[in-house]
T-cell receptor
């Protein structure tokens, strides 16, 4: 069965500092991988996705993620965090087509001035 | 603009009542999903539907029911059998590659917060 692990429940970073959110997945074939962001009381917005090709993918809002098959990881990074990045971030894995997407439990990001 | 609309945004239910959450999409997606979100537990799949008049149970279907009579609509009923229904409910639709969009991507509504009073 497919699964996603986000080991960090909460992360606090200073504004302007770099950020890395960890995501490990389990999937029996080539995975489709996603990062979503959720502001309080809102739905989820797609930041970026990986299906094939270049293992470093660029997303919106200055985020990027790197797919490492050998480590079953898809970590999200941002070189300089802004206060508006404070939100909850979800990693997800799916198989493409109609198959269901499985979400991790989320990492809540706090940004301090 | 294409998108997914969930209504109402807030919903209050008395114990023992059934309530129905609405989810409508105009993205022409075949697949639609309902998730429940609780603090610290991420998103858990309740039901999903890949095509009209067909749906499957997800990981936590007990106490919930759905219908899919139209492609655009996938309402979720929270029945009195659901013992702890207070949560944030998210509806999503998914674009398979065959619909001309690059790859699978879930589009989400803004959610419905259900509270039992």
């Amino acid at each position: 069965a497919q699964s996603v692990t986000q080991p960090d429940i909460h992360i606090t970073v200073s504004e302007g500092a770099s950020l890395e959110l960890r995501c490990n997945y389990s999937y029996g074939a080539t995975p489709y991988l996603f990062w979503y962001v959720q502001s309080p009381g809102q739905g989820l917005q797609l930041l970026l996705k990986y299906f094939s090709g270049d293992t470093l993918v660029q997303g919106i809002k200055g985020f990027e993620a790197e797919f490492k098959r050998s480590q079953s990881s898809f970590n999200l990074r941002k070189p300089s965090v802004h206060w508006s990045d404070a939100a909850e971030y979800f990693c997800a894995v799916g198989g493409g087509g109609y198959q269901k997407v499985t979400f991790g439990t989320g990492t809540k990001l706090q940004v301090i001035p | 603009d294409g998108g997914i609309t969930q209504s109402p945004k807030y919903l209050f239910r008395k114990e023992g009542q059934n309530v129905t959450l609405s989810c409508e999409q105009n993205l022409n997606h075949d697949a639609m999903y309902w998730y429940r979100q609780d603090p610290g537990q991420g998103l858990r799949l309740i039901y999903y539907s890949q095509i009209v008049n067909d749906f499957q149970k997800g990981d936590i279907a007990e106490g919930y029911s759905v219908s899919r009579e139209k492609k655009e609509s996938f309402p979720l009923t929270v029945t009195s059998a659901q013992k702890n229904p207070t949560a944030f409910y998210l509806c999503a639709s998914i674009s398979p590659p065959g619909q001309g969009i690059l790859n699978t991507e879930a589009f989400f509504g803004q959610g419905t917060r259900l509270t039992v009073v």
